[in-house]
Nanobody, 126 residues
Framework: QVQLVESGGGLVQAGGSLRLSCAAS????????MGWYRQAPGKQRELVAR???????NYADSVKGRFTISTDNAKNTMYLQMNRLKPEDTAVYYC????????????????????WGQGTLVTVSS
């Protein structure tokens, strides 16, 4: 069972920075894709940033130029560096790991993996 644990959320003033971490219980090298999503009160969960191990990275238009997604494979951890935070960035942030069923990096996986962390709250005050 894959476990993802987020940390790093908190209260910050507008214009400030935070770095979120997502620690995985298995090698993140085994995931096809990892990403950060967020859900604000009364809104649907939305993509913030995502990368695939094929090399593609995409960001929500609202965070481009301010947020950066990265990984440390040695620590099995994914990060989200958030700069120039705005009140509208206030949300619970979730990390996600995905891998389709079948062969991937010389290992056969019988089931699709779609794992989520428990979320970490980011509050940006104006």
């Amino acid at each position: 069972q894959v476990q993802l644990v987020e940390s790093g959320g908190g209260l910050v003033q507008a214009g400030g920075s935070l770095r979120l971490s997502c620690a995985a219980s298995v090698r993140i090298f085994s995931f096809y894709a990892m990403g950060w999503y967020r859900q604000a009160p009364g809104k649907q969960r939305e993509l913030v940033a995502r990368f695939t191990n094929s090399g593609s990275t995409n960001y929500a238009d609202s965070v481009k130029g301010r947020f950066t997604i990265s990984t440390d494979n040695a620590k099995n951890t994914m990060y989200l560096q958030m700069n120039r935070l705005k009140p509208e960035d206030t949300a619970v942030y979730y990390c996600n790991a995905h891998r389709p069923a079948g062969m991937y990096r010389d290992t056969y996986y019988a089931n699709v993996l779609d794992a989520w962390g428990q979320g970490t709250l980011v509050t940006v005050s104006s």
